[in-house]
């Protein structure tokens, strides 16, 4: 599978390109397909931030014998981003930042390095490894942060794409006597120590989703 992405910084879309019966996997239904691509799979409305449970909602989309294109984009207004997998080093997603992936990427929600965290529960994040291509998701803009040994920094939840599982990171409480969720990262911040990579979102999609409720009870 290849991507090219369009519409950067604001209004991501990726183009996620086909071979003859390649698989691509995605946590929304997508835009437009190229004729010939089939589909299985209804993930619930909104993609992957209407998830629940364990489970990923999903959808899987195979090129015919011609090769094809899935095009896919946020559910909010946002970038996209891709990162290759080589097969040996993962990353932690979290759940609603999964916009689509190559059928040899596999995502976990009860990965054990997360048991510290979640005590076995499923939590907002999600182990990914494999080989190819991941894409992300993010609402707003996209940054990247490049974490050299001895260097560290703190990440609202709400505000975390992904990380390399090579970082090393703690959950903790943002404020004291501030609700706090572990399956949506509601009230919890990440403090990660370098060397790593973390990638964020300039905008909480939690925030933005509740001035939009706000707003529409006015």
Request: charge should be neutral.
């Amino acid at each position: 599978m290849q991507v090219r992405s369009r519409h950067p910084s604001s209004f991501g879309v990726a183009r996620l390109v086909l071979t003859a019966g390649e698989v691509a996997r995605t946590g929304c239904e997508a835009m437009a397909t190229s004729y010939g691509v089939t589909s299985s799979g209804s993930p619930r409305h909104g993609g992957m931030r209407a998830l629940l449970g364990d489970s990923f909602p999903e959808s899987t989309y195979t090129a015919g014998p011609q090769g094809g294109w899935v095009d896919v984009a946020p559910g909010l207004p946002g970038d996209v981003h891709t990162i290759e997998l080589d097969g040996g080093t993962g990353w932690c997603v979290a759940r609603d930042s999964w916009l689509a992936a190559a059928g040899t990427v596999r995502l976990d929600t009860r990965w054990q390095g997360f048991q510290p965290m979640f005590g076995g529960q499923a939590g907002f994040l999600a182990h990914v490894t494999g080989q190819g291509q991941l894409v992300l998701a993010c609402c707003g803009a996209l940054d990247v942060h490049e974490l050299r040994s001895g260097e560290f920094v703190t990440i609202d939840a709400g505000h975390l794409v992904a990380y390399v599982d090579t970082a090393r990171s703690r959950l903790r409480q943002s404020e004291q006597g501030r609700s706090q969720s572990l399956r949506t990262g509601a009230g919890l911040v990440l403090d990660f120590a370098g060397p790593g990579r973390v990638v964020t979102q300039t905008r909480n999609p939690r925030r933005l989703s509740s001035w939009l409720h706000a707003a529409g009870g006015h």
